[in-house]
């Protein structure tokens, strides 16, 4: 039975530029890998995985993994944004790790800007895929607890609550930690992220 891994963080925490390093790797030691994506994220250009710090690396893009068979000789399979794939493709992935010898990597986030698991995540979970969790800290100004949730806004600053798990770079999202979740999210209907930034530099001065 081959590994089936998953690298989880938040947004910002560096999961595809670990994978482009780690891609990178595999190609210097002669190892066949190959990169896949889901084709709904469209943040660069489609056959490319950009990293925010500005790594990247060729990859195929997929809008599911239904007809998906690893090429001949392939060694390692590594996902980005693995979220954005069903639980049905995770299976899929369940069973090639489980019936070749396949190495499968995955990345992406847990949880959705409304503190949801994202569905696909959670199916790495249930199979019991081996968890790195990639540590970052809150985003919010000051605060040094570690980062597991995200705060979505609109272009005012004002906290986005529902809609879609699947948007991608249309909006602003600050990856923050439990506590500031929760007391934005849930306990302050009014909060505005452009007036809290503002007031805390005033702070600081
Ligand atoms: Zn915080």
Same mark, same amino acid.
């Given at each position: 039975m %081959?590994? +089936?891994?998953?690298?989880?963080?938040?947004?910002?925490?560096?999961?595809? %530029?670990? +994978?482009?390093?780690?891609?990178y790797n595999l190609r210097r030691t002669d190892n066949k890998f190959e990169v896949i994506k889901p084709s709904i994220d469209n943040r660069d250009s489609t056959s490319k995985i950009v990293s925010r710090i500005g790594l990247s690396t060729d990859a195929r893009a997929l809008p599911n993994l239904d007809n998906y068979k690893p090429k001949r000789g392939t060694q390692f399979i590594l996902i980005d944004e693995v979220q954005f794939f069903s639980p049905s493709d995770i299976d899929k992935l369940v069973q090639i790790a489980d019936h070749s010898k396949i190495t499968i990597i995955c990345y992406g986030l847990v949880v959705d800007s409304n503190g949801n698991m994202f569905p696909a995540s959670k199916r790495l979970f249930e199979a019991n895929a081996e968890k790195?969790?990639?540590?970052?800290?809150?985003?919010?100004?000051?605060?040094?607890?570690?980062?597991?949730?995200?705060?979505?806004?609109d272009a005012k600053g004002n906290v986005i609550r529902g809609g879609s798990q699947v948007e991608v770079g249309a909006s602003q999202y600050k990856s923050v930690c439990r506590q500031h979740f929760n007391s934005i999210y849930y306990g302050n209907p009014n909060f505005n992220l452009l007036a809290y930034i503002r007031d805390t530099k005033r702070r600081q001065k």
């Open positions: %081959a590994k +089936l891994h998953f690298y989880y963080g938040v947004m910002a925490s560096s999961k595809s %530029a670990l +994978l482009c390093i780690n891609a790195h969790e990639i540590e970052t800290v809150c985003e919010m100004p000051g605060c040094v607890n570690s980062a597991n949730n995200h705060l979505r806004f």
